[in-house]
């Protein structure tokens, strides 16, 4: 377990750090960081805040790790990527960064490189994945080397992005029951929102497995990570294809809302198109009536206002007769 001296950040940049001996985790402090290093059975995980300049000319110039996997956990790039050294792993993966008050789901960045005694993780903005790593270290996770590492590091990251599927998933049914059962629709900015999101996790997804493909294939992969980084592989093709589907309910949605838009318009050129067939002849009657040439029917007559009336509805429901013989107006 994690003694309470280890809650808090042990130093400006380094926000935790611990040394796992004996499957006990012992926090990092400064004095070990300047100088201390592991014992040869133990293995070492700090996590680092970009933000902070100390931590970035720490990584840059006392980290030991080989000078390419320095130079990506320090770049400013924000594209998935991967360099391999001397049998040190280094990655730059897309997390979900940890929200506050608004709510909205951000894609951040995570840094982190793996070597047989030593695993380092940068990020600029907090990222949920990082708290998942906190608790369970706290609820006794081991660590005893690079494997165990990096698949609490990616598993942590494949829970978070799980959790946002189901949530996303859960929307998407309710959206869609309110549309079938009351005919309401979802709001437009909200849609477009998650459609986004959708997007957005997408090229997360395959981003993430091109670099695993890439490790496996290409790169002189460390032999420990290969187990965890094959495994890491499957869990995104999974999520992945759990997305797919939900983007496909999230399609037939659509469809189903256009659908009706469609009907309620056709529905509204009916009833305009009815009613104009209804006014035409009344139309007529009273434009001829409203001439005032010479020699109109009933200029004169007391009773020539009432029965010009009488013709124009007697003409709109002649129409209407013969619209509903021709079956025009339905019942």
């Not at 900015?189 to 091109?210: D, K």
């Amino acid at each position: 377990m994690i003694p309470d001296s280890a809650k808090g950040a042990i130093q400006p940049g380094l926000i935790w750090g611990f040394d796992f001996l004996g499957g006990e985790a012992r926090p990092v402090g400064d004095v070990d960081l300047a100088s201390d290093r592991p014992r040869p059975d133990g293995f070492r995980w700090l996590h680092f805040n970009l933000a902070d300049q100390r931590s970035q000319r720490w990584i840059a110039g006392s980290a030991p790790l080989p000078a390419s996997v320095r130079e990506l956990l320090v770049s400013a790039d924000v594209h998935q990527r991967l360099a391999v050294e001397d049998g040190v792993a280094g990655f730059v993966l897309e997390d979900v960064e940890r929200d506050f008050d608004d709510g909205e789901i951000r894609v951040g960045v995570v840094r982190f490189a793996v070597g047989p005694d030593l695993m380092i993780t940068a990020r600029l903005h907090p990222l949920r994945s990082a708290d998942i790593v906190r608790q369970r270290i706290a609820a006794g996770a081991r660590v005893a080397d690079a494997a165990a590492a990096a698949e609490l590091q990616l598993g942590a990251m494949a829970e978070v992005l799980r959790r946002i599927l189901v949530d996303m998933d859960a929307t998407v049914q309710q959206v869609e029951d309110a549309l079938l059962k009351d005919g309401r629709a979802p709001d437009a900015r909200a849609f477009l929102t998650l459609r986004s999101l959708m997007v957005r996790l997408h090229r997360l997804f395959s981003g993430a497995r091109a670099v695993f493909h890439r490790l496996e294939e290409d790169e002189p992969a460390p032999p420990a990570l290969a187990a965890g980084v094959v495994r890491a592989g499957h869990r995104l093709s999974a999520l992945d294809a759990e997305l797919l589907s939900i983007q496909s309910q999230l399609r037939l949605l659509r469809e189903e809302l256009d659908l009706q838009a469609t009907q309620r318009t056709n529905q509204n050129l009916y009833i305009l198109s009815i009613l104009t067939a209804l006014m035409m002849p009344a139309t007529l009657v009273t434009g001829l009536f409203g001439m005032n040439t010479g020699g109109l029917p009933w200029a004169h007559a007391g009773a020539g206002t009432a029965v010009a009336t009488v013709l124009a509805v007697s003409a709109s429901a002649g129409v209407y007769v013969a619209l509903r013989l021709m079956g025009f107006i339905r019942r």
